[in-house]
């Protein structure tokens, strides 16, 4: 019960330092005129601050180091058997935090170059690995179970870039990369708890805390108030390194941490199954229209549900649903299926709703040429 107490009073604190810094961000970004200019690729409209996620890393990590100097303080101590796991990991996660965190903030005040930002990504991917956490099973996906290190540790690398730029890659509309991160924090929380692994909760809902406030400034804040405002490239990789961490700790095989399930990788990852399926479906349209795979484009899964005539926010709320979806289908069907079978029923799924999608949207923009 203290832990669970604890995880809420540190859900809180990040809910008031982000509420603190957020205006002030605003404040300074106006002043100095940093701002998202629209383009024709983007949809939103109005000059608007995209510095939103410098305030996720200090809330984050402020959060943890309080909650846990608290623990101790109250004579709740970590068990000695899980401290070392838990040191050389979070000190690890918060190196790659740090290079992410100071590469976004470049980006997104001065720019960069993606292949300069891609290396920082794998320098920050390999920080995980390092401490000693990698995927090691597969559970039996393509009937591959364990895997040796220099298999695994590469998959987690990979892995890990992978998910960073799909969180990155669907912010396209207010609200999309905030709320299926928090889809993905909250259900990886709960697993956690469920686990009795209380830093990784604490972590995973210290992480949602800090975009409660995001999320209303973004999807509720009015343009011509100046009270609207991006995460850019600093929250967008901030979100993925984490949650990647938390989706890695969760499909890591490791008995003395978390008990065995064959369906660990398939629960942890399909919280993510969105932007994961969506990046890849976009790049290979691109492969096969023969253009550069990181070409921007307006072919992600918001894009069309626009094109289908839906408004920014009920667009963002379908796809919020379609997250809750996939991730409760593959919780429920997990201990009855197949892991290989329930991949496949999920690309199904995914491939049937984009087909559907696009019969829609063909007749709303047949209609509105007409």
């Known amino acids: 019960m203290t832990s669970i107490i604890l995880i809420i009073i540190g859900m809180i604190i990040s809910i008031l330092l982000s509420s603190f810094i957020i205006p002030r961000i605003l404040v300074v970004a106006f002043r100095k005129r940093l701002f998202d200019v629209p383009d024709e690729r983007k ?62 903030i470049k980006d997104d005040l001065v720019g960069l170059r993606y292949r300069s930002k891609f290396v920082v990504q794998i320098i920050a991917a390999i920080m995980i690995p390092l401490s000693g956490l990698w995927i090691n099973n597969l559970y039996g996906i393509l009937g591959i179970h364990e895997l040796t290190p220099w298999l695994g540790i590469p998959l987690t690398i990979l892995l890990i870039v992978f998910i960073c730029n799909a969180v990155n890659l669907i912010d396209g509309i207010d609200g999309m990369a905030s709320g299926l991160s928090c889809v993905s924090l909250v259900i990886l929380g709960s697993l956690y708890i469920h686990n009795r692994l209380w830093m990784y909760a604490m972590l995973a809902f210290a992480s949602f805390g800090v975009l409660i406030p995001f999320f209303y400034y973004n999807v509720f804040g009015k343009v011509d108030r100046c009270k609207k405002i991006f995460m850019g490239d600093t929250g967008s990789l901030t979100l993925g390194y984490i949650l990647s961490f938390l989706i890695i700790r969760y499909s890591a095989c490791a008995p003395e941490i978390i008990p065995y399930s064959d369906g660990a990788i398939i629960i942890a990852f399909s919280t993510l199954i969105i932007p994961m399926f969506d990046v890849i479906r976009v790049m290979f349209i691109r492969w096969r229209s023969h253009k550069g795979i990181f070409t921007a484009d307006k072919n992600h899964i918001h894009h069309k549900l626009l094109n289908m005539g839906l408004t920014q926010r009920r667009a963002m709320l379908l796809i919020l649903a379609m997250a809750c979806l996939f991730s409760g289908m593959n919780i429920c069907l997990i201990s009855y ?24 949207q063909m007749r709303y923009l047949a209609k509105e040429s007409a």
């Open 337 to 360: 299926i197949d892991n290989n079978i329930l991949i496949g029923i999920d690309i199904l799924a995914w491939f049937g709703l984009n087909l559907w999608f696009n019969r829609i």
């Open 43 to 104: 949809v939103h409209q109005g000059i608007v601050p995209r510095l939103g996620g410098l305030s996720f890393a200090p809330s984050i990590l402020f959060t943890l180091s309080f909650t846990t100097g608290l623990r101790y303080l109250i004579g709740y101590e970590i068990p000695e058997e899980m401290l070392c796991f838990l040191i050389p990991e979070f000190y690890f996660l918060i190196c790659g935090l740090t290079l992410l965190f100071l590469t976004g």
